[in-house]
């Protein structure tokens, strides 16, 4: 059924510079550019075009424009562009309309309404190329009280340690699963987090057998409603395990890996047959309460001889905190918050843009409940979803999070441009889609380096605001709402995330 929808975009081509290359019809995976010999000239179809702006990207002289098409139905408030788009589009397919990455929706971003103190006159400030600035975190539970006995002039750790894993900076690579995203994308995060010393998350598309003796030290595994990949060498071939119970994206729902993006090796890697949906249930139908989440914790941590530490990841809703708390009483190392901004492949463009609330309130309520049971220190807790920059990373470690998860920051610096478009599997970066033509463009030695390169940058310039906060280690500033100060912000919400208005 004709769906009556007009472009997204406009394609623009400068005759007087295009020289028939004809790069642009090699590089657009969805047919926008059109080139017909006779006539000796190019035809757009702008109704294809997905504003990836790779063509744009690539085309030698400069000759194309690719520009959103503003509006074209007469301005209402209520009846947006999008709203009629998506009913249009509903009304001639009778489908659930989907999306990919985050939510884009102007719900107020609050780490551009938290503003960071400085040294002044009493408090100097360090300077990081000069004094010692340690950003090393790690996750884990902490015990209560430390012992130490002293035998023969020495000192010797009493207490039973839980274990920990540390990371060079409070920065992990999200889960994002083989399948989801292409084997290049997948690899070159894997490459990344071991040069750079941190983690990557496999999601729950588990992880290829080849890859397991050489990223294990380095690895999240995700332990997901579908089970996908899951045995007892998966477990063991990792430093971290994560239950998966909720997602920024899509709380509340499972998930759901199209056939054609099952090839023999994504089927081999999650142990299902080749061309099936890998569907993953909306709950984990073993656990229906926080004494079945506790079994499910004890059972993974006994599957691993009690070596790695069990995080459990939560969508950010409404009674995160009562959850977080049960959740470590539950037993879990660490608690990974994900916020409504949080991205994805795949997801019904209702559920992201409207369930859920911001990382920024769950962490800090988060934060606050489990130190008023005093649990904090039973577990480490992760933030995710919508993490931009390193300035969003060091407030939100302020608010209380022990490190950050990035994602969608991750697949921006290997190229992806927020397109939106990641569940069609037509990915012209090579990023989100399973196509041979497509994930060649993508070189794991070359798109680690950008990765390396950018928690290179970002570890710099969080050096930088620790010494100009006077502040010489990441965990001095952990939970330091006193370091924070909010702009432009209603009392409420000042209240919830316990800081004070600037001036205070």
């Known amino acids: 059924m004709y769906p009556y929808l007009l472009s997204e975009f406009i394609v623009e081509r400068r005759e007087d ?73 509903q009304a001639a397919t009778g489908g659930v309309v989907l999306t990919g990455s985050g939510n884009d929706k102007p719900y107020r971003i609050y780490w551009d309404h938290l503003v960071l103190n400085a040294s002044q006159v009493t408090n100097p400030s360090i300077d990081p190329l000069r004094e010692p600035m340690e950003l090393q975190t790690f996750l884990g539970r902490k015990p209560d009280t430390l012992k130490i006995e002293f035998s023969a002039g020495k000192a010797k750790l009493a207490s039973q340690l839980y274990p920990n894993v540390p990371v060079q900076i409070p920065l992990v690579f999200s889960a994002m699963s083989l399948g989801a995203i292409s084997y290049p994308a997948f690899k070159s995060l894997a490459m990344a987090a071991k040069e750079a010393g941190v983690l990557f998350n496999t999601g729950e598309g588990g992880l290829p057998v080849e890859m397991r003796d050489e990223y294990a030290d380095h690895a999240i595994v995700q332990c997901a409603s ?27 729902i499972g998930g759901h890996l199209p056939g054609e993006k099952v090839s023999d090796y994504i089927a081999q890697t999650r142990m299902i047959p080749r061309g099936t949906d890998a569907l993953s249930p909306a709950p984990q139908h073993d656990i229906y309460s926080i004494e079945d989440l506790s079994m499910l914790i004890y059972a993974l941590k006994e599957a691993t001889n009690y070596t790695k530490p069990v995080s459990v990841k939560i969508a950010a809703v409404h009674n995160v905190a009562a959850i977080a708390s049960g959740i470590v009483r539950a037993g879990a190392d660490i608690v990974a918050i994900d916020g409504i901004r949080g991205g994805t492949g795949a997801a019904p463009l209702a559920t992201r843009d409207n369930v859920g609330i911001p990382m920024e309130l769950a962490l800090a309520a988060v934060d606050k409940r489990l130190r008023d049971e005093g649990i904090r220190n039973k577990c480490s807790v992760m933030a995710a979803g919508g993490i931009r920059s390193s300035s969003d990373a060091i407030k939100a470690i302020a608010l209380g999070a022990d490190g950050v998860y990035i994602g969608t920051a991750a697949l921006v610096a290997m190229g992806c441009t927020l397109c939106h478009k990641c569940y069609t599997g ?79």
């Open 17 to 89: 510079r295009c020289i028939h290359c004809r790069v642009c019809e090699r590089q657009c995976a969805n047919g926008v550019h059109l080139y017909d010999a006779e006539l000796e000239r190019f035809f757009s179809v702008d109704k294809d075009c997905v504003g990836c702006q790779r063509c744009v990207n690539l085309c030698p002289t400069e000759a194309l424009y690719v520009r959103p098409r503003l509006f074209d139905y007469r301005p209402n408030s209520s009846w947006t562009r999008d709203k009629i788009q998506n009913l249009k589009k």
């Open 226 to 252: 579908g089970r996908f990949g899951v045995d007892a060498d998966y477990l063991n071939s990792a430093r971290i395990i994560e239950i998966k119970i909720g997602q920024g994206a899509k709380p509340g």
């Open 426 to 504: 037509k990915c012209n970066w090579g990023i989100c889609t399973q196509d041979p033509y497509l994930t060649k463009r993508l070189n794991p030695e070359l798109t680690s380096r950008r990765l390396v390169n950018l928690l290179k940058s970002w570890s710099h310039e969080i050096q930088e605001m620790l010494g100009g906060l006077g502040v010489n280690a990441i965990e001095s500033l952990r939970a330091n709402r006193e370091h924070l100060r909010g702009v432009g912000l209603e009392e409420w919400e000042l209240n919830v995330l316990g800081v004070k208005g600037a001036g205070e």
